[in-house]
């Protein structure tokens, strides 16, 4: 059986750790817009995409599967990048379409 380098074995750790951060900070946010009651349901999806997202890298680091790791990559860089360039959009379909505020 192969060994894995310490430097691999260093940014698996990193990467757990950030994906931790990520979801936290996520549910972080969540929490205090329901607690200031400026949450909707745009709000519960982002914070449910990015557990999502960052739950499958974590798993994928805890697995060693390159693939869903690597899914889970494309997957967080195409909702980080389509989120900066439309979130406002996205955010104001989801409240007018499904939203409860």
């Known amino acids: 059986m192969a060994s894995i380098p310490n430097s691999l074995n260093t940014i698996t750790k990193i990467a757990r750790i950030g994906g931790i951060t ?8 969540a ?3 329901f607690y200031n009651k400026k949450d909707n349901t ?7 995409l990015n557990t999502v997202i960052l739950g499958t890298g974590i798993a994928a680091t805890i697995f060693t599967a390159p693939v869903l790791g690597t899914i889970a990559g494309v997957a967080g860089v195409t909702y980080g990048v389509g989120y900066f360039l439309y979130g406002k959009e ?7 379409n499904f939203g409860y505020r």
Request: glycine share 16%.
């Open 31 to 33: 929490g205090v817009e």
């Open 90 to 96: 996205m955010d104001n379909h989801i409240n007018t």
């Open 22 to 29: 990520g979801i936290a900070a996520s549910w972080g946010i």
């Open 42 to 48: 745009s709000t519960w999806v982002n914070a449910g």
